[in-house]
């Protein structure tokens, strides 16, 4: 299952052996003649990797990076490994290629039925390459009595970076920038609800004088002429 062979490569992770078991070849014309054609996966072959020194999949341009690639033989027939490959691709869309990354062969390592085996990948995308979100497709090769397959180990997105002083100075100076952009928001959102307030508080305070006046003196024109205003006439002349 995926779980047996996670845990089987977490466990390489933490391992201090070096002893690959296999040897890995330089010579690429077997990997280039499976290369150029669409292979399939074959059936019962799982697959999965592990970035073990960097699970935030952040990578630096430029800098190599180690993947442990899982494979699992549930199928009928002991199978060949021929290569590990990968390659990066826009992250909206994947059919322009950006980078065909290292294709390493391999000689000498074959995985017996319902067996297990692991086996390092080290890549490194090019220090020119502008710093973002890519995808990364990577597969591993393999033959089956002499037809050859392969299997996607991953796809997904990964981080690319650029290394050295000056990328920290630009992350440092973009982080102060958004910093210095939230607080001054802040600041105007707080003064604009301000004199939001004060403005209501002084409109209201408004309406309720010109009300009042108003009503005083439509009641003192209904008023006029009768005992009301005779009587309040008769008061003042006492006083």
Request: charged share 20%.
């Amino acid at each position: 299952s995926n779980l047996e062979l996670c845990l089987f490569l977490v466990a390489l992770c933490q391992s201090d052996s070096e002893d690959s078991g296999f040897e890995v070849s330089e010579e690429e014309s077997e990997t280039e003649e499976v290369f150029g054609l669409e292979l399939t996966s074959a059936p019962g072959i799982e697959t999965l990797c592990v970035f073990p020194k960097n699970r935030a999949k952040i990578i630096k341009a430029g800098t190599e990076t180690e993947v442990l690639v899982g494979i699992k033989n549930d199928g009928q027939s002991n199978i060949d490994i021929v290569a590990v490959k990968g390659s990066l691709h826009l992250p909206f869309d994947q059919k322009p290629l950006v980078q065909n990354l290292t294709a390493l062969s391999f000689g000498n390592a074959s995985v017996p039925v319902s067996s297990q085996a692991t086996f390092p990948y080290i890549f490194a995308v090019s220090k020119f390459l502008q710093a973002g979100g890519f995808d990364l497709v990577g597969t591993i090769v393999y033959q089956i009595d002499g037809k050859p397959y392969q299997s996607t180990f991953y796809n997904g997105t990964i981080e690319v970076v650029e290394d050295g002083p000056l990328f920290r100075m630009e992350s440092v100076f973009l982080s102060g920038l958004l910093i210095s952009l939230i607080v001054l928001l802040m600041i105007y959102i707080k003064n604009g609800l301000r004199h939001m307030t004060k403005k209501t508080k002084r409109a209201t305070k408004a309406k309720v004088e010109v009300g009042t006046a108003a009503k005083d003196a439509s009641l003192d024109e209904w008023l006029e002429g009768t005992a009301y205003t005779h009587s309040s006439s008769k008061s003042k002349k006492k006083k």
